[in-house]
């Protein structure tokens, strides 16, 4: 595939068009976790629980992912247990800790919300070379990873 011709951009455009893209995103995830019954936190916490898989978070990686305490995580483990969501599992290791596990039915009517979205993003990413697309994703990781580390650097005490 040859790469398709492309408007020229400015950074100032790219960061525009990146807010535009986070802000309809910030408000697409409202709304979907109002739909599923949950909120936007809550919502967070159980996809890093589906993308964790059988790798199962405890409460305290759940909390260091969402940026909230291991109390705040108790609450939100304890609503995402109560809608169905996940399981509590005993941890094999250390049985003073517990595992986090998504519940498969959960995760299905989830994908039921997300998959719809996901085959428009394919079918947008088909307009892309390989070589178009590791660029995105080289963008995408680094910038995430930046984010991540400034959001530390954020909330460290002055």
């Not at 898989?53 to 609503?79: K, S, Y």
Request: contains cysteine.
């Amino acid at each position: 595939m040859q790469a398709k011709p492309r408007p020229a951009a400015t950074p100032e455009q790219a960061l525009s068009a990146m807010d535009q893209l986070i802000a309809t995103h910030l408000v697409g995830q409202q709304e979907i976790a109002q739909q599923v019954g949950l909120s936007v936190t809550d919502l967070t916490c159980f996809g890093y629980v589906i993308e964790a898989g059988d790798h199962h978070p405890t409460a305290g990686d759940l909390a260091a992912r969402v940026h909230v305490t291991t109390g705040a995580v108790t609450g939100i483990l304890n609503r995402l247990e109560r809608a169905g969501f996940i399981t509590r599992l005993p941890d094999p290791a250390d049985r003073r800790r517990v595992r986090v596990a998504a519940r498969p039915d959960a995760v299905a009517r989830v994908r039921e919300v997300y998959e719809p979205y996901y085959a428009r993003l394919g079918a947008l990413f088909a307009d892309y070379t390989p070589d178009e697309i590791a660029v995105l994703t080289d963008w995408f990781t680094r910038a995430g990873s930046l984010a991540a580390t400034y959001l530390e650097e954020y909330r460290r005490p002055s």
